[in-house]
């Protein structure tokens, strides 16, 4: 009864809008991109968004968003390349801002604030001083319900996240995070669906020359990064002695005018280079 409620609620929303706007952005690259040892081929892709918002006379807020594209673009982060799609079948997230507080409504698609690979089909959020919240959930028996809890003031921030998936385990994610000038310390406890338990220790070094170096702890597996930026020029090397002692190593040159050469490999074999853009 409680979902079919909140549903109602937003549903119910309405005014007169008096203005709206359209804005349109985009990413796209080509370059070179061999997984895992293979040769070498050559991608290319583009990958544009559109954001349309307004507002009403009485101060009510609405925007979404449609986003399409073509070919495969990197991600640099993942060392791997995402295929694009006109998204013709994918289902819009309306956003309605009311009061201070933001609903956001798709079928299906508004991602569990724990899992985003589980999606729900309303979401509601705010803030409330230094609190901020975030609850999802779906009108069906089965779709799970989760909440998030944030909290930030001066140096210390930290928060809490839980979601039920309905005859699974609950999962949950405590964090804390403490600033001491350039040194920050964070802290995670996590508990997954199947009721296993995660700790992580970060520790992180932000220097005045523009290196950072951090080190990570989680379950006996140290992990180690170095990232460095000067001018147009940046360099990160991330590495740890899991089993198969992960590595990777990237480089980025910032070219002017939204492009970006970007070089990269990995404990793998996987490697690229290529140009990025957006507008």
Do not use: C, H
Not at 29 to 37: D, I, R, Y
Not at 91 to 101: D, R
Not at 161 to 180: C, F, L, P
Request: zero cysteines; aromatic letters at 6%; charged letters at 15%.
């Amino acid at each position: 009864m409680k979902k079919v409620l909140l549903a109602t609620s937003a549903l119910t929303l309405s005014a007169g809008f008096a203005s709206a706007d359209v804005s349109m952005s985009g990413t796209g690259g080509a370059g070179l991109f061999g997984a895992a040892g293979a040769d070498l081929s050559v991608y290319s892709g583009v990958d544009l968004g559109f954001s349309l918002s307004g507002a009403s006379d009485n101060g009510m807020t609405f925007s979404t968003s449609i986003d399409m594209g073509a070919g495969q673009t990197l991600d640099v982060g993942d060392f791997e390349l995402d295929t694009q799609d006109m998204g013709t079948d994918a289902t819009p997230v309306i956003s309605i801002g009311v009061a201070g507080v933001t609903i956001t409504m798709a079928q299906d698609d508004i991602d569990d604030l724990y899992d985003d690979d589980i999606g729900g089909d309303i979401g509601v959020s705010g803030a409330m001083g230094d609190l901020t919240y975030s609850i999802v959930t779906g009108l069906e028996d089965s779709d799970p319900t989760s909440i998030s809890i944030g909290y930030s003031a001066g140096a210390i921030s930290g928060s809490v996240v839980s979601s039920d998936s309905g005859d699974a385990e609950d999962a949950s994610t405590v964090s804390v995070s403490y600033a001491m000038g350039d040194i920050t310390v964070s802290v995670e406890a996590d508990t997954d669906r199947t009721g296993a338990d995660t700790s992580t220790t970060t520790i992180s070094y932000a220097m005045s020359d523009g290196m950072t170096v951090s080190v990570e702890e989680s379950e006996g597996v140290v992990e180690g990064s170095v990232s460095y930026s000067s001018g147009a020029i940046s360099v990160g090397v991330t590495a740890n002695d899991a089993t198969n002692e992960e590595w990777e190593a990237t480089m980025a040159y910032d070219l002017g005018g939204g492009a970006t050469f970007n070089i990269g490999t990995n404990q793998d074999d996987t490697t690229f280079a290529g140009v990025g853009f957006s507008f």
